[in-house]
Structure formats: C-alpha cells, structure tokens
C-alpha cells in the first residue's frame, strides 16, 4: 500500500510543473487524494483535494493557478501547476486525506501519504 509523488523540480517564476502521484495496493477509485505541500520550520499547508466523486477543493493561495484531476484507470492524481511562483517553493506530499481535512477541517489521518516531490521555483 503506498502513493508514490514524482514530476517536481526547478522552474522560474511564471513556469509550470505537473505532479503525479500513484497508488498501489488501495481501492483508488474510492479514495480522496490532496496534495499537502511544507517548507522548513512551518505546518504542512492543504493545497489542493480531489474527492472520490470528482468533488474540488482548492487553497485560495492556488486558485487559479493549479488543477488537479484524477485518471482511475491509471490509479493516479495529477496537480498542474501553472503561473508558479518562489511562494510555492515547498516539499509536495500526496496523501489519502479527506477533502475536508486538506481544506484545514480535522485531523489528518496521517496513515498512507507519499514520500514528497520537492518544487523549487526561482524569482
């Protein structure tokens, strides 16, 4: 059982990432995927969710900017990243989180989450 992030890197401001993140060994089509995302010494930040029905969540510090989606057949979620900004910069973990939780509602479960995709955005 596990998520496995990919597809960070370094951009400059403006440029565009995609994030994958793929699940094994989970009943993925029932499963609510966020992307959390953290920079030293700070919480880890809700970005982004994606529930088992389609339902969104975005933070409002990505709104606009970013898009995640979901590919069932592929056991996978996608965040686009676009208009990046040295804001973003941060270590992005998936997880198997509700979407509330992502939004800052609750406690995160902390049970299946990815080892982090670092994203390094320059001004």
């Known amino acids: 059982v596990q998520l496995q992030a990919s597809g960070g890197g370094s951009v400059q401001a403006g440029g565009s990432l995609r994030l994958s993140c793929a699940a094994s060994?989970?009943?993925?089509?029932?499963?609510?995927i966020g992307w959390f995302r953290q920079v030293p010494g700070k919480e880890h930040e809700g970005v982004a969710c994606i529930s088992s029905i389609g339902s969104i969540y975005y933070s409002e510090f990505v709104k606009g900017r970013f898009a995640i989606s979901r590919d069932n057949a592929k056991n996978t979620v996608y965040l686009q990243m676009n208009s990046l900004k040295p804001d973003d910069t941060a270590i992005y973990y998936c997880a198997n989180e509700p979407c509330s939780v992502v939004a800052g509602r609750g406690q995160k479960r902390g049970d299946l989450w990815g080892q982090g995709t670092l994203v390094t955005v320059s001004s």
């Open positions: 060994g989970i009943n993925f089509d029932y499963a609510a």
